[in-house]
């Protein structure tokens, strides 16, 4: 077994900050790369990443990457951490295959000093922000991350017979909420909303400062979870016959 064709790939992606670190993104949210693998934004939450996945394969693909960032559920992971799954559960409990092969060859291509530990990454139907909810959540599925999105992607490959891998970075650590100003700021489509983030600041005047200061650690976290993706992207060329 050989990894799948670069030009088979399809890299999907919630966020656009994510999918800016493979390629850059048009208005209409798919590019190619120069290896010919496609990218595609697809949204945040499992219908959206479902639907892209299933655009992708009428698009040509047939090898599908959820790519972006997770939130650690595990205390040893910090931010910019690779998660390079080797499994996915579902919300359901069901374990979902990557591809051990393609696995293998992206874990041996990575640059010094990206580790890529055998982790498991499990569905979320919601973001879970709270880090109480994040120890119960480790400690009912023995995950080490979660995010919306790789098991609607998974299903689909399997539904299909297709190649699978989940490549993601840690953003927000086992022991770290997200705001809720961060929360109500981003729509579905992963697009910041800047009047949502000033009218989730002023509602909690109280919180002010509080707020301020997670907003100001998350774009640091979010920082070193993109020169993550990007050193990845990099290397990810090298993984695959052309």
Not at 16 to 35: T, V
Not at 160 to 176: C, E, Q, W, Y
Request: proline share 6%; charged share 20%.
């Amino acid at each position: 077994m050989t990894p799948p064709a670069c030009n088979q790939i399809a890299y999907i992606a919630a966020l656009p900050g994510e999918a800016r670190a493979l390629a850059r993104l048009p208005a209409l949210g798919r590019a190619r790369r120069p290896d010919g693998s496609r990218v595609r934004l697809g949204g945040m939450g499992p219908e959206r990443a479902e639907a892209a996945a299933r655009a992708a394969i009428a698009d040509g693909a047939s090898a599908l990457v959820s790519w972006g960032v997770a939130a650690a559920l595990a205390p040893g992971l910090a931010a910019g951490d690779l998660l390079l799954a080797d499994g996915v559960r579902s919300a359901d409990g069901r374990l979902l295959a990557v591809d051990k092969t393609w696995r293998a060859a992206i874990a041996a291509s990575l640059p010094m000093g990206l580790a890529a530990p055998g982790v498991t990454i499990t569905e979320a139907r919601d973001v879970i922000a709270d880090p109480a909810a994040k120890h119960t959540l480790h400690a009912a599925t023995g995950a080490d991350a979660l995010d919306m999105e790789s098991a609607a992607i998974a299903r689909v490959a399997a539904e299909h017979g297709l190649a699978f891998l989940a490549i993601r970075v840690v953003l927000d650590d086992a022991s770290t909420g997200l705001p809720a100003a961060a929360r109500v700021a981003m729509d579905d489509a992963g697009h910041l909303q800047p009047l949502a983030l000033a009218r989730g600041l002023v509602r909690a005047p109280m919180a002010l400062h509080h707020q301020l200061r997670g907003l100001k650690q998350l774009a640091v976290a979010y920082r070193a979870a993109r020169i993550t993706l990007e050193r990845v992207a990099d290397a990810l060329t090298d993984t695959a016959p052309a």
